[in-house]
């Protein structure tokens, strides 16, 4: 073996995909430089070989190729063990079908039936606990609260247990590191939320998870079990992206050429900044998938059987071959065709959501705290790569 390839085989068996923390702009030179080498690179996960796709082209591919990366055998091994049964573990035609009863928070239509009013009024009771303060961090008094808060009363549960919602959705999210705290958090969730499906099938109210309750596709309703299991996959999947991606446009708005001066002063530029961050900066920079059960080839690359593989979605959005200058944050790009929420039927069902939120929030940071100002920039650097996002943003108004 070269010395070249010793120092590539050996910085491929230090940094860890599933627990590397990779702050700032050190996880997007490291992609980028996968990306110069091969389409294909080999990589550890979880201590154990995968295989990482750094462009855009393979990235897209392989989320359209449902035969060679199914989604569902990830998920039925990561998720479903704390989850419960969901529809992002099921086999295509399943998912197809249960994705339409599971999903009603998420679709646009239902989207758009929430008044931006509801939003701000959230916004705003978390900025004016900490407003008269002139300094706060703005992940543990806005952003990781705000979305969790959002789909905690889009479902219609009581407001009173909102503190225990942030603590299962943490514990659900780590279950990988923490098994026995994950089981815990899915046990106490589906002990809290059954006495509440049972009122509201006696009683449905104007709120998801009576939708939830009565939904039927083709003839099928969703079980007791499945509602939570579904409700479960609501708390991480729904919140905890939605958080991580407030906090990372926070911080680029903050850090990059004057965005947050331009935002303030040019509102119709905002939607593009949103669009921007989601591209510059995804919540989710890699996105883990098994490969089916035979060897395939894909790049010029074999694949063995049943193999942990990683979506670039980080390194796609920063694809040269097509977009240009892509380490420039530029709220101006006309930006398209992003890998952030995925291409095809698995496509991310909260998009809507996540975009009308950051939205919201966005108009009214700028309302409320105008002159905001990054006070720590080490701690505000995004970090993580299958989640990724700042750990703190302290700031002054």
């Known amino acids: 073996?070269?010395?070249?390839?010793?120092?590539?085989?050996?910085?491929?068996?230090?940094?860890?995909?599933?627990?590397?923390?990779?702050?700032?702009?050190?996880?997007?030179?490291?992609?980028?430089?996968?990306?110069?080498?091969?389409?294909?690179?080999?990589v550890t996960f979880?201590?154990?070989?995968?295989?990482y796709f750094t462009s855009y082209q393979a990235v897209e591919a392989a989320f359209r190729d449902g035969e060679s990366f199914p989604a569902h055998t990830w998920y039925q091994l990561a998720s479903e063990?704390?989850?419960?049964?969901?529809?992002?573990?099921?086999?295509?035609?399943?998912?197809?079908?249960?994705?339409?009863?599971?999903?009603?928070a998420f679709r646009s239509r239902a989207v758009a039936g929430h008044d931006d009013a509801h939003y701000r009024q959230i916004l705003n009771e978390l900025i004016d606990v900490f407003a008269a303060q002139r300094e706060a961090d703005l992940v543990a008094q806005l952003t990781r609260s705000f979305p969790l808060i959002m789909i905690s009363r889009m479902l219609g549960l009581p407001m009173?247990?909102?503190?225990?919602?942030?603590r299962w959705a943490l514990s659900l999210l780590n279950f990988i590191h923490d098994a026995e705290e994950g089981l815990g958090a899915a046990a106490e969730i589906g002990a809290f939320l059954k006495p509440l499906i049972e009122e509201r099938r006696r009683n449905p109210r104007e709120d998801v998870l009576s939708e939830?309750?009565?939904?039927?596709?083709?003839?099928?309703?969703?079980?007791?079990?499945?509602?939570?299991?579904?409700v479960r996959l609501l708390f991480p999947t729904g919140a905890d992206t939605t958080y991580l991606a407030l906090g990372n446009l926070i911080y680029a708005l903050l850090t990059q050429e004057n965005a947050w001066d331009r935002v303030k002063s040019e509102p119709a530029l905002r939607n593009g900044a949103i669009e921007e961050l989601l591209r510059w900066e995804p919540p989710a920079g890699i996105i883990a998938r098994l490969s089916c059960d035979c060897d395939i080839e894909f790049f010029g690359h074999t694949i063995p059987a049943s193999s942990v593989v990683l979506f670039g979605v980080d390194a796609a959005n920063r694809d040269p071959a097509v977009f240009s200058d892509p380490d420039r944050f530029d709220i101006q790009r006309k930006t398209e065709k992003l890998m952030t929420f995925g291409p095809g039927p698995r496509a991310c069902p909260g998009m809507h959501l996540a975009r009308q939120e950051l939205r919201v929030a966005l108009d009214v940071l700028v309302e409320r705290l105008p002159d905001l100002r990054l006070l720590d920039l080490d701690a505000a650097q995004p970090s993580g790569t299958m989640l990724r996002g700042p750990r703190a943003l302290q700031v002054a108004f």
């Open 1 to 42: 073996m070269s010395d070249t390839a010793e120092s590539k085989d050996q910085e491929r068996q230090q940094v860890d995909f599933a627990s590397a923390a990779l702050p700032g702009a050190a996880f997007h030179s490291l992609t980028a430089r996968y990306r110069g080498q091969s389409p294909v690179v080999p």
């Open 81 to 104: 063990p704390v989850m419960g049964r969901t529809f992002i573990a099921m086999p295509p035609r399943e998912h197809r079908i249960y994705r339409k009863l599971a999903t009603p």
């Open 212 to 230: 939830l309750v009565m939904a039927e596709v083709e003839g099928s309703h969703l079980s007791d079990e499945e509602i939570i299991s579904h």
């Open 160 to 166: 009173t247990r909102e503190d225990d919602f942030k």
């Open 46 to 51: 979880l201590g154990q070989p995968a295989f």
